[in-house]
């Protein structure tokens, strides 16, 4: 849940700068025409207002990639960057299951992400391994997998 939330802040952060982004270009942009061509579509006819168009789209574009890109490399729990990068696996030996890849860990213990270097459609794909609390992990290590005696 909170790892969502972070996404949909992020998201809202991002459509509030395209908005003051197209706040601030309306206010530098020359007024509509009237007269005849009142009611003529802007878009396509008047450059600067076509420009204008152009990058708040890529602006908005660029911003909600980068904030997928950074909510793939946090902690699926805590949400915190995740940390420490340990490659494996090496490319001479990708056909015998060595395939490289690289792993990211949480430094509060919540999991690790799973990161494949090269994509074939044999490889595994990029996976998050979430691990257990502290206490249920001692707890099941005592006793065994299989439901805790009262
Ligand atoms: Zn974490």
Not at 40 to 56: C, E, I, K, Q
Not at 65 to 91: E, I
Not at 118 to 130: E, F, P, Q, T, Y
Request: hydrophobic share 45%; proline share 7%; with cysteine.
């Amino acid at each position: 849940m909170k790892y969502w939330g972070w996404l949909l802040l992020k998201l809202t952060l991002a459509t509030a700068v395209v908005a003051g982004f197209w706040t601030v270009v309306s206010w530098l942009l020359p007024p509509a025409p009237s007269g005849l061509l009142a009611n003529w579509p802007r878009f396509g006819s008047d450059l600067s207002y076509t420009f204008a168009v152009a990058f708040s789209a890529i602006l908005g574009f660029l911003l909600g990639w980068l904030a997928a890109v950074d909510q793939v490399y946090r902690c699926r729990t805590c949400v915190r960057r995740l940390r420490m990068p340990r490659t494996a696996g090496n490319y001479s030996r990708i056909m015998l299951g060595g395939a490289p890849y690289t792993e990211y860990i949480c430094t509060y213990g919540h999991g690790k992400l799973y990161v494949p270097e090269v994509h074939l459609s044999s490889s595994r794909a990029r996976s998050w391994v979430g691990y257990g609390s502290l206490w249920e992990n001692l707890m099941q290590a005592e006793h065994g997998p299989g439901p805790a005696p009262d």
